[in-house]
């Protein structure tokens, strides 16, 4: 096993989470998508911990706090989706231009 | 090195279809029309990563991957979906951007920048055996990680905590 194997994949599976993000309309999905890029991202931190051997494990303990964050993320976001759901009766990113000047 | 006596070796035999299930249920995520099946096809994604961890020899990471991502994020996803009344049908058009073009456009320039800068920089260099316990994870989270520790947990509270918030249902005057 090399390396650039694992970081080529994680490459691949973080540009699809790329094109979620852009092409997709209902934030449900767009927070799919950018659950596909971390778990990209994943990948490739635990790869490099794994080819340093490092004695302090920090590709794995970053993977873990990644994880941990991406819960977070997951919680606030579906609420915040939720919330704006409740309030304009529409789920769809394109349609949000409150903040717009 | 060569393809054959890369193909040669077990584990990357297992690495490519493993790999091959993560693409295409990430594509099926991307694309797909039916909201739950993205949400069961991320699931299916998360579980290859979990195998992949177990491969590099992370073994609690994988175990974490299944319990917090799998186990956690994809109800939590499928609850907002039905709260949400997100298009469950087969047909919606309103799914995605009527312009997919350069969205595509702009991922294939973001894999194609990451992949060469990454075969460029490592080449074919091993990645070493071994496995890290998780006392010794344990053990590092409590010593040196200490402090980033309280504070992921900290976020994570506070991240509870506004979700509830944001969420329940107004009962003031």
Do not use: C
Not at chain 1, 8 to 37: K, Q, T
Not at chain 2, 13 to 29: D, E, K, R, S
Not at chain 2, 81 to 107: F, K, S
Not at chain 2, 113 to 135: H, L, M, Y
């Amino acid at each position: 096993m090399t390396v650039a194997q694992f970081l080529v994949l994680g490459a691949l599976l973080f540009s699809i989470g790329v094109y979620g993000v852009l092409a997709r309309r209902n934030a449900v999905l767009v927070l799919l998508s950018i659950e596909l890029m971390l778990a990209a991202v994943n990948v490739n931190l635990v790869a490099l911990g794994a080819y340093l051997q490092d004695g302090v494990a920090a590709g794995q303990i970053f993977a873990l706090f990644v994880i941990t964050v991406a819960a977070a993320e997951v919680g606030i976001g579906l609420a915040i989706v939720l919330l704006i759901f409740r309030n304009r009766a529409s789920a769809n990113v394109d349609e949000l231009d409150l903040m717009r000047w | 090195m060569q393809f054959t006596e890369w193909i040669g070796d077990a584990r990357n035999i297992v690495f490519l279809v493993v790999a091959a299930l993560m693409t295409g249920m990430a594509m099926v995520v991307v694309t797909t029309r039916n909201v739950v099946r993205a949400v069961l096809a991320l699931a299916l994604t998360l579980a290859g990563s979990a195998v992949l961890f177990l491969m590099l020899g992370a073994e609690f990471v994988a175990w974490t991957v299944i319990l917090v991502s799998i186990g956690a994020v994809v109800v939590l996803f499928l609850f907002g979906i039905m709260i949400t009344r997100a298009p469950t049908g087969r047909d919606p058009a309103g799914l995605d951007h009527a312009r997919r073009w350069p969205a595509a456009l702009v991922a294939l320039a973001v894999f194609a920048v990451t992949a060469w800068a990454s075969v460029v920089a490592f080449g074919d260099a091993p990645i070493a055996e071994g496995v890290v316990r998780a006392g010794r994870l344990g053990e590092l989270l409590l010593t040196r990680y200490v402090v980033p520790f309280e504070v992921v947990s900290f976020v994570l509270l506070a991240a509870l905590i506004g979700g509830i918030v944001l969420a329940r249902k107004d009962q003031g005057p």
